[in-house]
């Protein structure tokens, strides 16, 4: 049986995959030249400028994406978390 749900879901899914490779070839498209950099451990970043005179370019970068189990606190509480080459995302003290 056809249900609104079912023939939303497949024109979306459609709407999808005919973007897709529009959408994956679009950096390709521009011809802007590509920097390839190695990220730090945070807090720290890449080495840049905070204000360029440059024009655009596309930063590549390797992120590996992990899940592991941290301690979240001075208690031993542990959490399995995707880590991103090692570490979560946030301030480590807690706060916002």
Known sequence: MLTRRTALTGAA???LMMAAPAVAG???DLKLPRQQVELV????????EQATKAGPKIVEF??????????IDD??????A???DGSMPGSDD???
Do not use: N, S
């Open 13 to 15: 899914v459609a709407a």
């Open 26 to 28: 679009a950096a390709d």
């Open 41 to 48: 451990a945070p807090p720290f970043v890449h080495a840049h």
């Open 62 to 71: 390797k992120l590996t994406i992990r899940e592991k189990e941290v301690v």
């Open 75 to 80: 208690a031993g509480t542990k959490f399995h």
């Open 82 to 84: 995707m880590t991103f």
């Open 94 to 96: 807690g706060g916002p």
